[in-house]
């Protein structure tokens, strides 16, 4: 498989008037083109802190991230997207101007991208709303329409910080469901951060475990399923169970 982004001896420490708090020890991992890798590990590790060196918001203190050879710093844009636990659609703009929006603050509205859109929208089943607001849309909906608009700018790399933990526990299944397909189908690379074994299980194709805070890896757990299941799909896997339980073990071995 071919590189994307390495991720080599990566250290990064909070500092306040109370003193230095280590938040990442020498992470290393790769993420390779197609990847679809799941974060876990327990609260507070510094799960996040990690997108957000990912993503170009943070500098390491020590160690480098390096997209496809170069530095992130290095990029005239980061062609990374990222998609929070909140949808942050705007309340006074229809889907499709939210849609839009990247678009047009970046300064690419040419007829491809609009072109593209357009079929995101159809493909995944929300071009009958597109006129609506936010406000009329349920969750699940919502979730789907902020990873369109976070798709229409075609990043490399797509950044998920727990995007499911505000849906109650059925729309969560759904849109897990749904997203993960939608990820797939769009050939996307794609680091997820989650506190959901199960989720994280469902729709990954290997899993970094890190440890409490100062966290390291722990391990990266392998996901071999059958090449075309839905994340819904690998549920009723036996082999479901035995991932759970493995990451699960890795989490709690410590206590």
Known sequence: MESLMEISHVNY???????ETPALININ???YKGDFIAVVGPSGCGK??????????????HGEILLEGKKLKELSHTPIGYMLQKDHLLEWRTIWKNIMLGLEIQNRMTPDAIHYADTLLKNYGLYEFKDK??????????QR?????????????????????ALDYQ?????????????????????????DLSEAVSLANKVIVLSKRP?????????????????????????FKDYFNIIWKELNHDQ
């Open 171 to 195: 729309t969560r299944l759904k849109v897990a469901d749904d997203i993960g397909t939608i990820i797939k189908k769009e050939k996307k690379t794609a680091i997820l951060v989650t506190h």
């Open 145 to 165: 329409a902020a990873l369109i608009r976070t798709l229409v700018l075609q990043p490399e790399l797509l950044l998920l910080d727990e995007p499911f933990s």
């Open 215 to 239: 966290a390291q890896i722990e391990s990266v757990v392998p996901m071999e399923f059958e090449e075309n299941l839905t994340p819904f799909e690998r549920r009723a896997m036996p082999q």
């Open 13 to 19: 420490s909070y500092h306040s008037i109370q003193g």
């Open 48 to 61: 996040s802190t990690l997108l957000s060196l990912i993503s170009g918001l943070l500098e390491p203190e």
């Open 29 to 31: 991992f790769t993420v």
């Open 133 to 142: 607001r936010p406000s009329e849309l349920s969750g699940g909906m919502r």
